[in-house]
Nanobody, 122 residues
Framework: QVRLVESGGRLVQTGGSLRLSCAASGRTVSSVTMGWFRQAPGKDREIVAAIRRRGLTYYVDSVKGRFTISGDNAKNTVDLQMNSLKPEDTAVYYC????????????????WGQGTQVTVSS
């Protein structure tokens, strides 16, 4: 069992930056695939970024060049650095984890956090 707790969501202005953090327990982040998802009101949940061992990463096209996913083995956290934020980035952001070695872009995850709200004002 893996427990995930997100933090860092808040209100930020367009063009601003925000760093989300996901604290994991029950498994080391380096031993599983970790992902960040988001769900905006009225929209389906979408994968934003993912990372797994050896630092392999994936980003959805809409965030490439603006968001960076990284893992901290000492803290057992996975962070999502978000720069140049846009109003369309407004959503609840979820952290997720899985053991299986699916392609990084796969949205199939086993464990989920409770989410943290990110609001980007125009």
């Amino acid at each position: 069992q893996v427990r995930l707790v997100e933090s860092g969501g808040r209100l930020v202005q367009t063009g601003g930056s925000l760093r989300l953090s996901c604290a994991a327990s029950g498994r080391t982040v380096s031993s599983v695939t970790m992902g960040w998802f988001r769900q905006a009101p009225g929209k389906d949940r979408e994968i934003v970024a993912a990372i797994r061992r050896r630092g392999l990463t994936y980003y959805v096209d809409s965030v490439k060049g603006r968001f960076t996913i990284s893992g901290d083995n000492a803290k057992n956290t996975v962070d999502l650095q978000m720069n140049s934020l846009k109003p369309e980035d407004t959503a609840v952001y979820y952290c997720a984890a899985r053991d299986r070695l699916y392609p990084l872009a796969s949205p199939d995850y086993d464990y989920w956090g409770q989410g943290t709200q990110v609001t980007v004002s125009s």
